[in-house]
């Protein structure tokens, strides 16, 4: 009796050493689940999409009914010869202090060796201004990519901390 009880309680330690040992592995994915999260649109997106800002998330309802407010969009970054008309491009606009804009392309202009882009919000009633030569709002230069997929509402948690932040400082 006394050594089935033995062989009984080494069992029991021996499956709760097992179930420790689950649960510590089980934190352990978690925890490089969470690294690559981190990690992945801030090293490996870039790398991939090749741009500096491989995800954007849409602020304002000027390319509506297109975008809304609170998507998500993911950026590739491209060449002046890859921008077609009609393109959705995302750019550090002059005429808004640098702040990055998502706006359709509705004209391309080369000028000099540059190409400029005339840009238009779809919700806008006007243009973007003319900030170069009077012909285009955006610079080659400016440009941080082309939006290839948008994924709607996700942005919402990115602007509700933004939020929180900007009134709990």
Do not use: W
Not at 97 to 121: A, E, F, M, Q
């Amino acid at each position: 009796l006394r050594r089935r009880q033995r062989q009984m309680c080494i069992r029991d330690r021996r499956s709760s050493m097992q179930s420790k040992a689950r649960g510590h592995v089980e934190l352990l994915y978690l925890v490089v689940l969470a690294t690559i999260a981190a990690v992945a649109p801030r090293v490996i997106l870039p790398i991939t999409l090749k741009t500096d800002v491989p995800l954007a998330v849409i602020e304002s309802g000027s390319m509506e009914p297109t975008l809304h407010v609170g998507d998500l969009v993911i950026i590739r970054g491209v060449s002046p010869g890859e921008v077609k008309q009609g393109d959705i491009i995302v750019f550090r606009a002059r005429f808004l202090g640098g702040s990055l804009t998502v706006h359709r392309v509705i004209r391309i202009i080369h000028l000099d060796n540059v190409t400029l882009y005339r840009t238009k919000g779809d919700a806008n009633f006007l243009p973007d201004p003319a900030v170069y030569s009077g012909l285009g709002s955006v610079s080659e230069d400016d440009v941080v990519g082309k939006v290839i997929v948008r994924i709607p509402l996700i942005g919402y948690i990115t602007l509700g901390f933004t939020k929180l932040l900007i009134r709990n400082p």
